[in-house]
């Protein structure tokens, strides 16, 4: 089993910037990749950004270039570095990670608000 802890969020101005953590324990050695998801109010869970184990990363278009994903192997931690956040940022945030063979586990989710 792979076990995630998120951190950071909360309410920013828009313009502004934010760090999501989101450490990860258990299975460590099974982890294929890490992402960052979001949920806002009456939408469909969508994905953000990912990095696999060799650390190649992906964003979604709505986020390049404003959303920076990156990992600290010692600490089993990855973050969600966003900057220019706008209005639309606003959503629940989840920590994931796919591990063993097609598995996800998921963090708690963590409020992001961007206001105008």
């Known amino acids: 089993q792979v076990q995630l802890v998120e951190s950071g969020g909360g309410l920013v101005q828009a313009g502004g910037s934010q760090r999501l953590s989101c450490a990860a324990s258990g299975s460590i050695f099974r982890i294929n990749a890490r992402g960052w998801y979001r949920q806002a109010p009456g939408k469909q869970r969508e994905l953000v950004a990912t990095?696999?184990?060799?650390?190649?990363?992906s964003y979604a278009d709505s986020v390049k270039g404003r959303f920076t994903i990156s990992r600290d192997n010692a600490k089993n931690t990855v973050y969600l570095q966003m900057n220019s956040l706008k209005p639309e940022d606003t959503a629940v945030y989840y920590c994931n990670a796919e591990w063993g063979l097609g598995r996800n586990s998921w963090g708690q989710g963590t409020q992001v608000t961007v206001s105008s």
């Open positions: 990095i696999t184990s060799d650390g190649s990363t």
